[in-house]
């Protein structure tokens, strides 16, 4: 009698364990790759955020106001519930907020408002920027990064962002 039917199903029988380890692997990898992926879905997600930072009521027309930006963060796999995440400098156009971030595009230090020559001076190497935003001196690349407002219930949200450092094209960079 022939060897081959009993060769053949021992190597049937082999091929069915090993496709049967690989799918015991599967199942058993999916809890720690969920785990891995899951923090950089979710700060994806957070990319529409809008952050309530001032009441409407306080803000001027005449001069820009700093604020600060605090939400929740999740950074790998923690979560703090409050964050400082920036300043943006506010200013009222009627019923509408302009924002501007207070990081300089140059390398990032925080800029400030001159009230007696109305505008933005960088303390770090001197650039200037206009009460719009506009360079106006100094080696920044380009003007300070506008962030877009809504008013809810008089209150003031941002959606903030940041913007990479010392390139002149805007580019969003979480
Ligand atoms: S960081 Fe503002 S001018 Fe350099």
């Known amino acids: ?90 200013r009222k156009k009627g019923e509408k907020v302009h924002a501007l971030t207070a990081e300089c595009p140059h390398l990032g230090c925080k800029v400030d408002y001159q009230r007696e020559d109305k505008h933005f001076a960088c303390p770090c190497h001197e650039s200037k920027f206009t009460p719009e935003g506009d360079v106006r001196g100094g080696p920044a690349p380009r003007g300070l990064d506008p962030l877009d407002t809504r008013v809810v219930d008089g209150k003031v949200e941002v959606r903030f962002a940041r913007f990479r450092a010392q390139v002149a094209e805007r580019v969003e960079i979480g």
């Open 1 to 90: 009698m022939s060897e081959e039917p009993s060769e053949s199903r021992r190597s049937a029988l082999k091929v069915l364990i090993g496709l049967g380890s690989a799918a015991v692997g599967a199942v058993l990898a999916l809890p720690g790759v969920s785990y891995v992926v899951d923090p950089l879905l979710r700060s994806a997600g957070k990319r529409e955020r809008w952050v309530p930072v001032a009441d409407l009521e306080g803000l001027s027309e005449e001069h820009p106001v700093a604020v600060p930006v605090v939400d929740e963060q999740t950074d790998a796999w923690t979560t703090d519930p409050a964050v400082r995440l920036g300043v943006v400098w506010l």
